[in-house]
């Protein structure tokens, strides 16, 4: 056991977070901004997770789509569940050349349920609440995704 944990110890994995100035590639990085619900909420989510800059030198693009599917269909044939993914296009790039950086797609899939109520209150909540938990998610998948890439370019 004492030989496994150091060969595993000395294999010369460093988690990308593991440096403090790991992060500081992000305040080069201005996010684009696109007018739609969708596209603030993932907005929200980078600027969370992320020290974004508006006057950074590269700028993030952001294109997402969101696709409904239902679910269940009850015998009175009412939906009480929708599976919701969103895939989000982005690209990085210098404000200036315009020359593109790092281009990728993610995505993130969830679901939710539907209230059966004569108001839809409920399952316009749920609704929502799905949509910025799928935001969160590719904001993670993203800035990991960057720092990955900034790493391969900038590794010894």
């Known amino acids: 056991i004492f030989f496994i944990s150091l060969v595993t110890a000395t294999c010369g994995f460093s988690p990308l977070y593991n440096e403090k100035d790991s992060m ?3 305040k080069e990085i201005d996010i684009g901004k ?3 619900p969708l596209a ?3 907005q929200e989510a980078l600027l969370e997770k992320a020290p974004f800059k508006k ?3 590269n700028l993030l693009e952001i294109k997402p789509s969101i696709k409904n ?3 269940i269909i009850t015998t009175e044939n009412e939906i009480t569940r929708y599976s919701v993914t969103l895939d989000v296009e982005y690209s990085l790039y210098n404000k200036e050349t315009k020359e593109t950086s790092f281009k ?3 995505s993130a899939t969830s679901d939710y349920s539907a209230a059966v109520t004569r108001t839809g209150f409920a399952t316009e909540i749920a609704r ?3 949509y910025e938990r799928l935001a969160d998610t590719v904001a993670e998948k993203m ?5 990955i890439n900034n790493q391969i370019i900038y590794s010894p």
Do not use: A, P, Q
Not at 143 to 147: M, S
């Open 24 to 26: 500081k590639i992000f």
């Open 34 to 36: 696109e007018e739609t």
């Open 40 to 42: 603030f909420l993932i």
């Open 55 to 57: 006057s950074g030198k």
């Open 69 to 71: 599917s239902y679910g």
């Open 104 to 106: 990728n797609r993610v």
């Open 128 to 130: 929502r609440d799905t």
């Open 143 to 147: 800035i990991t995704e960057i720092l």
